[in-house]
């Protein structure tokens, strides 16, 4: 067998291949790739109707060295997925120029399945595994007609008409592995990663950004993407009280807040980490989008329940390495506790009293006042409340620009139109400009339950910020000033309160309401099965399964089911045979034959049923009536009419009488 | 000493083929003679299953590594569907022509599928290289390849490989068909100029006597009889009265026209052979009588198409087996 060129069929196959796993990845390709790749499919078009000549092997290459330079160019030495994604493109699609034979068009296919693998470093969700799969099946499909592809059809028409069902074949290869590949996925233990990759998408998720500048959090206040779901182990929550921290920001520049103070990460042990149950606690599990941070969610004085989850200083809790796919982690939240009840070090104060030098005159101006006729904390803060409830403060997603160089002046005395990241901000200004140490604190503020699944989820647009202040004597206590001046917003969540402005995504409307909810229950119970079963998920399955086994044990049962699965498969190797189908003469000349041969009569293999009778007639002449009656009935089923069919009574009733006469014999022979 | 290695080494290979794959004229393929292995786009299938799962692995992703996992168990049901496209199917050695060493003779192989599954993508011939596709396998079919013997004697039907890549072309399944043939292949003629050598009681007399060997008078029509050459059938007066007549021709040297082993002093054997071969298809060509005497054997004088597959027969088995040649007759 050479490498024989390709027929038509196969081409075909390929050509649509490639064009679909090309799509899978459309939207994160350069231009120019794609542009590439349309021209590549034509030209090969043209060689194959044979008006153009396969290019010169000079010109290959200098096309495949421009792709190169062409995905450098795009994207720079900086190791990307995307880059990785486009090179493995630009070969897939500069291939198809030289594939002429069966074995370079194998690799065009296997080049296929490695595109359908890496799609899911982006799209994880169940569409796009039902998707991925049907291109699979599309895909050994196109490696069938390969393998089939150097038969000549003219040769044979056989082949001409079993190559229709190509697809057919694809499809039951694809059924017979899904057992196996369940079995694997189940029972094989997952590795950590073999080695450190630190590439990330360039493309970067939507979500929190690490610093806070007035005009950042407008733009998220919009977008309906999943930040996280979340499901409580206990007790269901009250959605108003949760503030899902996320990052603390320390450091106001006069225009930005960002994370200056790096406080100390203490990382719990594993053996520590689950039984640390006090009252009042609320565990959690979470599964989280991929953020490309480290940052995890917290909820009030949170504990990790899971291992590697590290807790900082400041209550929140933070993963080992940036966070590309979806992740699962319990943590145990205690509500009612309050952090560094005992005092904050020089370190701290110094962090948390920090301000710029100059600029916002006004302001410290108007906290100063405040707090000569508020002396205490909590006091100043209740009069600040009452401040900005009294005036005209409005909220708005879209409050306009801040030009001045004392952007806070200007938004407490001049605009006075804002949203969190303005209130929380000046707050904690004003308190700190009057000695009361304070942070902002960045996260999400509320939850949409799904009733159908029994979680909540957490949208882009519950991202929030609000203020803590340190107390003396309470430590640090959590005020949302944005809650001051709109209390729809934190009662209803930033649907209702902004009506106006959204007009997207209203999951408040009566019809849609419902089916939103189930399509985001099947994403949670794909994203808390599929996406999480791994480690602790598969420990508790497996045991759940097995039973509470030792190491032994369940390495024997694993084999055992190995083997199992497969013996199953080469079992139905044992079924592939031929199954006659008998007409009903046939049948009942078997029935006559197996009747006399019991009796012990001597049948040969191809005696007539005229010379079974005769045999019959002459042991037992006595029943000449019913053996006649017999034999008139099959030969003219066999011979008459071999067509016809017997009705349903009527073969009953030679079945009996055949029956009744094998009865009589015996009865002959007994006597 | 690698080389006797090796040499070794594939001396132990072929006996151990041989033990499991015996000459035979009827074989069903089962375990023991089919072998399945992955082949290079196996191999790069394979390696393709451990990328994927190191990028499952590596980006903590589970999606990935189920694809992964899905393609490993893919590539088994490929060994089972591949091994189910071979296992079952009985070959057995059809008709062979007998030929001239050195010329192509067909080999009839029959297929014959009892499975419910057609048996697709088979290949077949002496290697690998120079193989055939056969059209699928539905019931029982029937297929020629072609074999030069280069010795006399007996067919002796090199080892012929069967196998299949189907599915998907990332595995071979192949199995070693020892088929015998009924074929028989005649020693080369060569063709020199006939020398008569008289029966016993004239022995010696006119052995130089070289005859001429050329067309004879037409004598007149007889009744065609089976065995008659076909060269001779008169067609015209076939067409005419639907009567088939064979022509007579008048014989110079009729009686005694032996072609005689003793002729051939000074050759040796295998080229007195080889001649005596050319007598005969010689002779036949030219309708003449004859009759062939070897050593330990004589073929009464004859003609017709019988007669000389008879006497190339007993040429082609002299010395090799004698009970073989009647078997044709």
Same mark, same amino acid.
């Given at each position: 067998m050479k490498n024989e060129p390709l027929g038509h069929k196969a081409l075909l196959f390929l050509a649509v291949n490639l064009t679909l796993a090309l799509l899978l990845h459309v939207e994160r390709l350069p231009v120019w790739v794609l542009g590439t790749a349309i021209g590549v499919l034509v030209w090969r078009y043209f060689i194959y109707l044979g008006r153009v000549a396969s290019p010169h092997w000079? $010109?290959?290459?200098?096309?495949?060295?421009?792709?190169?330079?062409?995905?450098?160019l795009t994207y720079g030495w900086q190791p990307s997925i995307e880059a990785m994604v486009?090179?493995?493109?630009?070969?897939?699609?500069? &291939?198809?120029?030289?594939?002429?034979?069966?074995?370079?068009?194998?690799?065009?296919?296997?080049?296929?399945?490695? =595109?359908?693998?890496?799609?899911?470093?982006?799209?994880?969700?169940?569409?796009?595994?039902?998707?991925?799969?049907?291109?699979?099946?599309?895909?050994?499909?196109?490696?069938?007609? $390969?393998?089939?592809?150097?038969?000549?059809?003219?040769?044979?028409n056989l082949i001409a008409r079993s190559s229709g069902s190509v697809v057919g074949q694809a499809f039951l290869i694809f059924v017979k592995s899904i057992p196996l590949a369940l079995f694997l996925f189940f029972i094989l233990p997952r590795l950590g990663p073999l080695w450190s990759m630190n590439i990330s998408t360039q493309a970067g998720t939507i979500g929190l950004s690490s610093s806070m500048s007035p005009g950042d959090i407008a733009e998220l206040g919009k977008s309906d993407e999943l930040a996280f779901r979340v499901r409580f182990l206990n007790n269901e929550p009250d959605v108003k009280q949760l503030y899902w921290r996320a990052l603390v920001l320390d450091y106001f520049d006069g225009e930005q807040w960002s994370q200056r103070y790096k406080p100390e990460i203490d990382w719990p042990p594993f053996n520590e980490v689950s039984n640390k149950d006090g009252a009042g606690s609320m565990p959690f599990e979470v599964i989280l989008q991929p953020n490309d941070e480290t940052w995890l969610y917290a909820l009030g004085v949170s504990r990790p329940l899971t291992a590697g989850i590290g807790i900082s200083q400041d209550g929140r809790l933070v993963a &080992?390495?940036?966070?590309?796919?979806?992740?699962?982690? &319990?943590?145990?939240?205690?509500?009612?506790?309050?952090?560094? @009840?005992?005092?904050?070090?020089?370190?701290?104060?110094?962090?948390?009293?920090?301000?710029?030098?100059?600029?916002?005159?006004?302001?410290?101006?108007?906290?100063?006042?405040? %707090?000569?006729?508020?002396?205490?904390?909590?006091?100043?803060?209740?009069? =600040?409340?009452?401040?900005?409830?009294?005036?005209?403060?409005?909220?708005?997603?879209?409050?306009?620009? =801040?030009?001045?160089?004392?952007?806070?002046?200007?938004?407490?005395?001049?605009?006075? %139109?804002?949203?969190?990241?303005?209130?929380?901000?000046?707050?904690?200004?004003?308190?700190?400009?009057?000695?009361?140490?304070?942070?902002?604190?960045?996260?999400y503020q509320g939850a949409e339950e799904n009733p159908v699944a029994g979680y909540y989820s957490v949208y882009q647009y519950n991202a929030h910020a609000w203020v803590e202040i340190w107390v003396e004597g309470s430590g640090w206590l959590r005020i949302d000033p944005t809650a001051w001046i709109s209390p729809e917003r934190i009662e209803q969540g930033v649907e209702s309160a902004l009506k106006n402005e959204f007009v997207g995504f209203s999951s408040g409307s009566s019809w849609l309401g419902p089916i939103r909810n189930q399509i985001n229950a099947l994403n949670y119970y794909w994203n808390d099965w599929m996406l999480s079963y791994k480690g602790d998920a598969q420990q508790e399955f497996i045991s759940e399964l097995f039973g509470d086994r030792d190491q032994a044990e369940m390495i024997a049962i694993y084999i055992a089911c190995?083997?199992?699965?497969?013996?199953? $498969?080469?079992?139905?190797?044992?079924?592939?045979?031929?199954?006659? @189908?008998?007409?009903?003469?046939? @049948?009942?000349? %078997?029935?006559?034959?197996?009747?006399?041969?019991? %009796?012990?009569?001597?049948?040969?293999?191809?005696?007539?049923?005229?010379?079974?009778?005769?045999?019959?007639?002459?042991?037992?002449?006595?029943? $000449? @009536?019913?053996?006649?009656?017999i034999r008139e009935q099959i030969e003219t089923c066999l011979y008459v009419d071999p067509d016809s069919h017997f009705s349903k009574a009527d073969y009953r009733k030679i079945a009996v009488s055949i029956k009744k006469l094998s009865r009589q014999i015996r009865k002959a022979q007994g006597a | 000493m690698k080389l006797t290695l090796k040499g070794k080494f594939d001396a132990y290979y072929q006996r151990w083929l041989n033990k499991r794959s015996p000459t035979s004229r009827s074989i069903k393929l089962t375990q023991k003679r089919i072998f399945i292995i992955p082949n290079k786009m196996g191999l790069l299938f394979l390696s393709l299953v451990v990328l994927v799962f190191v990028n499952g692995v590596n980006y903590q992703n589970n999606l990935i590594f189920s694809f992964s996992v899905l393609l490993l168990s893919i590539f088994i049901t490929a060994i089972v569907s591949?091994?189910?496209?071979?296992?079952?199917?009985v070959i057995t050695s059809g008709h062979a022509n007998s030929v001239f060493v050195g010329k192509s003779a067909h080999l009839n192989i029959g297929l014959s599928n009892s499975a419910r599954k057609n048996k697709q993508g088979l290949w077949i011939g002496f290697s690998r290289k120079n193989a055939s596709a056969i059209?699928?396998?539905?019931?029982?079919?029937? !297929?020629?390849?072609?074999? *030069?013997?280069?010795?006399?004697?007996?067919?002796?039907?090199?080892?012929?490989?069967?196998?299949? +890549?189907?599915?998907?072309?990332?595995l071979t399944c192949w199995t070693w068909l020892r088929l015998k043939f009924d074929g028989v292949a005649y020693p080369a003629p060569v063709f020199v100029p006939y020398q008569y050598v008289?029966?016993?009681?004239?022995?010696?007399?006119?052995?130089?006597?070289?005859?001429?060997?050329?067309?004879?008078?037409?004598?007149?029509?007889?009744?065609?009889?089976?065995?008659?050459?076909? *060269?001779?059938?008169?067609? +015209?007066?076939?067409?005419?009265?639907?009567? !088939?007549?064979?022509?007579?021709?008048?014989?110079?040297?009729?009686?005694?026209?032996?072609?005689?082993? *003793?002729?051939?002093?000074?050759?040796?054997?295998?080229?007195?052979?080889?001649?005596?071969?050319?007598?005969?298809?010689?002779?036949?060509?030219?309708?003449?009588?004859?009759?062939?005497?070897?050593?330990?054997?004589?073929?009464?004088?004859?003609?017709?198409?019988?007669? +000389?597959?008879?006497?190339? +027969?007993? !040429?082609?088995?002299?010395?090799?087996?004698?009970?073989?040649?009647?078997?044709?007759?």
């Open positions: 000079l $010109v290959k290459g200098l096309l495949v060295a421009g792709g190169f330079i062409g995905v450098y486009s090179l493995l493109i630009v070969g897939l699609v500069l &291939k198809p120029l030289e594939v002429e034979a069966t074995n370079e068009s194998y690799l065009l296919v296997f080049l296929s399945y490695l =595109l359908i693998a890496l799609n899911f470093l982006f799209d994880q969700s169940p569409l796009g595994y039902i998707w991925a799969m049907v291109l699979l099946v599309l895909t050994l499909a196109t490696q069938v007609a $390969v393998n089939r592809g150097s038969e000549k059809p003219e040769e044979n &080992k390495k940036k966070l590309h796919s979806q992740t699962l982690y &319990k943590a145990n939240a205690q509500l009612s506790q309050t952090m560094d @009840k005992s005092g904050l070090t020089r370190k701290e104060s110094l962090h948390y009293l920090q301000m710029p030098a100059s600029g916002n005159l006004k302001s410290r101006q108007f906290a100063q006042n405040l %707090k000569n006729t508020h002396k205490g904390s909590l006091d100043f803060a209740r009069a =600040l409340k009452r401040y900005i409830s009294e005036n005209e403060f409005y909220y708005t997603l879209s409050p306009g620009v =801040l030009r001045s160089d004392s952007t806070i002046d200007e938004f407490l005395f001049e605009t006075q %139109k804002g949203f969190c990241a303005h209130f929380a901000g000046s707050v904690v200004y004003l308190m700190r400009s009057v000695g009361i140490p304070a942070r902002v604190v960045l996260g190995f083997f199992a699965l497969i013996g199953a $498969v080469f079992l139905t190797l044992l079924f592939d045979f031929k199954r006659v @189908k008998l007409s009903d003469g046939q @049948k009942l000349i %078997k029935r006559y034959r197996m009747a006399l041969e019991s %009796k012990g009569y001597e049948l040969k293999d191809v005696m007539s049923v005229a010379q079974i009778s005769q045999l019959a007639l002459t042991a037992s002449p006595h029943l $000449v @009536k019913d053996i006649n009656w | 591949t091994y189910q496209n071979l296992s079952g199917l059209p699928v396998v539905d019931g029982v079919h029937q !297929l020629n390849i072609t074999y *030069k013997p280069n010795e006399r004697g007996p067919f002796k039907v090199p080892k012929i490989t069967l196998f299949s +890549r189907y599915p998907l072309g990332i008289g029966r016993s009681d004239q022995e010696g007399e006119e052995a130089d006597d070289i005859i001429n060997l050329g067309v004879d008078d037409f004598k007149g029509f007889r009744k065609y009889q089976p065995g008659d050459s076909l *060269k001779h059938i008169a067609w +015209r007066q076939f067409a005419k009265n639907d009567v !088939l007549l064979t022509k007579e021709f008048e014989e110079a040297q009729a009686q005694g026209h032996w072609l005689d082993w *003793k002729a051939l002093p000074g050759h040796e054997t295998e080229m007195r052979l080889q001649i005596l071969c050319g007598w005969v298809v010689r002779s036949s060509e030219e309708d003449r009588e004859f009759g062939l005497s070897l050593p330990g054997l004589d073929i009464p004088v004859g003609r017709g198409d019988h007669h +000389r597959d008879t006497c190339l +027969r007993a !040429l082609a088995l002299y010395g090799i087996s004698s009970d073989l040649i009647s078997e044709g007759a």
